[in-house]
């Protein structure tokens, strides 16, 4: 099903990747934000240490005055640590990641006020935006100086007998969010938004369910001690000496609630109108201007 829609979006892109009168191509910079099982209580804690780079390439078409229609592809990172939290709880889980998000996604846009970018006489608006999403994502955890890909351990279990599968590292999610359009030029517009993610899956941050023992995944064949190691890593925080581990089913995260992502852009468009056909050489009725 997660290839099927990853098939049409790439294809909903490519269709939309025709020069029109309302087709205009841009790029944008920013930041992304996870949000989940290792966020702090405090949101501008999240905001702070969540984050990471993003970038976008897009092509949107405006259908009318009002609808518009974007294809996007994101490459983004992100992270989150039980470190930077102030509960102690957290502090003592001492979980960690980091993760790329990569996103091609379908969006269409709603503008309240009208906005054309090829008519000179609306030249800022709001926008709400709805979608669809498909995403890459690969969690990754450090340990002494390295780092390494944590769902082929199967630190939840995944891959023993009685437990799920490994999780896929390919998802859905729903998109939705908001900005602002504002025309710079005849050619340019500037769009800002902030869009938020819903995702079908919980292990962006290869935290979803319980704990395993820890000698029940040192001792498989499938899992090992690496899997066991970096599953709980309380002992490391509070500097035992000793194993300390957990019994299997005790909670490790918040399996009822997704992941989401989120996405903070500044972004510049070039609109590709034949300037002879433009409304900008027309008055704003967009009847041709009388030639003498």
């Known amino acids: 099903m997660k290839q099927k829609i990853l098939l049409f979006l790439a294809f909903t892109f490519i269709g939309l990747n025709a020069k029109s009168q309302s087709t205009y191509y841009g790029a944008g910079l920013g930041?992304?934000?996870y949000w989940g099982d290792l966020n702090s209580p405090d949101f501008f804690n999240n905001l702070t240490?969540?984050?990471?780079?993003?970038?976008?390439?897009?092509?949107?078409?405006?259908?009318?005055?009002?609808?518009?229609?974007?294809?996007?592809?994101?490459?983004s990172k992100v992270r989150g640590s039980d470190i930077n939290s102030d509960q102690e709880w957290q502090r003592n889980r001492n979980l960690s990641f980091k993760s790329s998000i990569n996103e091609l996604s379908v969006n269409f846009e709603y503008y309240p006020l009208r906005f054309s970018p090829n008519t000179p006489y609306d030249n800022w608006s709001p926008y709400l935006s709805v979608g669809l999403a498909g995403f890459y994502f690969n969690?990754?955890?450090?340990?002494?100086?390295?780092?390494?890909?944590?769902?082929?351990l199967g630190t939840e279990g995944q891959g023993l007998p009685g437990y799920d599968d490994k999780y896929k590292k390919i998802a859905a999610a729903v998109s939705f969010g908001g900005g602002l359009a504002i025309r710079f030029s005849e050619k340019v517009i500037i769009h800002a938004d902030v869009l938020c993610r819903r995702a079908n899956t919980d292990y962006i941050d290869d935290l979803s369910g319980d704990y395993v023992n820890y000698f029940e995944l040192y001792n498989s064949p499938t899992n090992g001690p690496l899997s066991a190691t970096l599953a709980d890593r309380t002992g490391e925080y509070l500097g035992a000496s000793e194993i300390?581990?957990?019994e299997t089913g005790s909670q490790r995260g918040g399996k009822s609630v997704r992941d989401y992502y989120f996405s903070g852009m500044i972004s510049f468009s070039i609109f590709l109108a034949d300037n002879k056909k433009s409304a900008f050489r027309k008055g704003k009725s967009g009847i041709e201007c009388p030639k003498f």
Do not use: C, S, Y
Request: hydrophobic fraction near 45%; avoid cysteine.
């Open 139 to 152: 969690p990754k955890a450090e340990i002494n100086g390295n780092e390494f890909e944590l769902q082929p």
């Open 31 to 33: 930041q992304a934000l």
């Open 244 to 246: 300390i581990t957990r």
């Open 49 to 75: 240490h969540n984050n990471g780079f993003a970038f976008q390439a897009f092509v949107r078409r405006h259908l009318n005055d009002h609808f518009a229609f974007k294809g996007n592809i994101m490459f």
